[in-house]
């Protein structure tokens, strides 16, 4: 199968602070993008999502950027809150309705 | 919103027996359905992608005759995990696309135990 994932890297961040996520993803014929954040024992929850045709989208404290040219997407999360923590998942699809690949993930844990 | 269910959540079997997961839509029509397994501390795992009426497209590496997928229905898409073994204990998520602006949408994920 794809996108196997090996152990997880892990980002603590002081609870107030912004949180930045990187992933890189891999079929750069891939055009769209979603972030998901999956806390333990349940599926993922979506976040936010990017088209190729951008390289920025904003939501309520969330944003994601997109860089298109060295394949690589981050998550900034503002004011991080012990509810952020969890594992955060970037996937890519190529063409609408397609199958979704998921990258590697990052744990986030928040600390107060 | 669209709401995908998956059932049962967890289920424990022996070693040898085969177990069902089902994976249904339960306000839109699900015209695609993909499983995915996910081992502890690790990312999904694509293994197949399940169109309604049709045989299931297994990613590489996936037995297609270990993981049965049934997609009879355009609300119900079934995972069939024959002859288990304790390496198949995993996580297993389905997800499903054909509500408005095709969005996907996942399940909570079903444990499977074999011991």
């Known amino acids: 199968g794809e996108s196997v994932g090996l152990h997880l890297p892990t980002l603590s961040v002081q609870e107030g602070d912004n949180s930045i996520i990187n992933c890189a993803y891999s079929?750069?014929?891939?055009?769209?993008f979603i972030w998901y954040k999956q806390e333990s024992g349940k599926g993922p929850q979506f976040i936010i999502d990017i088209r190729s045709n951008m390289d920025k989208r904003q939501g309520q404290r969330v944003t994601v950027l997109l860089n298109k040219t060295v394949k690589h997407l981050s998550l900034q999360i503002a004011a991080t809150q012990p509810g952020d923590s969890a594992v955060y998942f970037c996937a890519e699809m190529k063409g609408y309705g397609n199958k979704l690949v998921f990258g590697a993930g990052t744990i986030l844990r928040v600390k107060s | 919103g669209a709401v995908v269910s998956q059932h049962p959540s967890w289920v424990i079997c022996k070693s040898g027996t085969s177990v069902k997961i089902e994976c249904r839509s339960l306000d839109f029509q699900a015209t695609t359905m993909f499983w995915y397994r996910q081992f502890p501390k690790q990312s999904l795992m694509l293994m197949a992608t399940s169109n309604e009426g049709s045989k299931a497209t297994y990613e590489q590496g996936v037995e297609k005759d270990k993981f049965l997928i049934n997609h009879a229905s355009l609300t119900l898409s079934t995972l069939t995990v024959t002859s288990a073994h304790p390496e198949d204990s995993s996580f297993y998520i389905c997800s499903a696309t054909g509500g408005v602006g095709n969005t996907i949408y996942f399940g909570e994920g079903s444990w499977l135990t074999v011991v």
């Open positions: 079929n750069s014929a891939s055009d769209y």
